[in-house]
């Protein structure tokens, strides 16, 4: 007796669809990549805010013997670094993204 087994094959119905802004005119393209780039410009700032903060918050708690406090500020200082780092690749990590899942 002999195992066979099916397999049900639906096609992918959006296979070969490319997401296009261009449907909704110029106007409405220019707008949203205006958006986006104030929105992450704005985030860039605020990264470089957190992290002179934090650095700052560094000093502060190795000038007065604080270890506690000094482990918490290098910890949020270096996730603002990261953040920072993250944020300026941004383009290069969704470009990366979309080469790797989107082909």
Known sequence: MSLTTRVLAIDN???????????FGAEFTALWQKLLAGLWGLAII??????????????????????MEY???????LVSGISLGILAALAVIVGA???????
């Open 13 to 23: 119905p959006i296979d070969g669809i490319i997401p296009d802004f261009s449907i």
């Open 46 to 67: 605020c990264a470089i805010v957190f992290l002179l903060v934090n650095v700052a918050s560094m000093a502060t708690a190795s000038a007065g013997n604080n270890p």
């Open 71 to 77: 482990k918490t500020s290098r910890t949020r200082a």
């Open 97 to 103: 993204i979309l080469a790797v899942f989107g082909s």
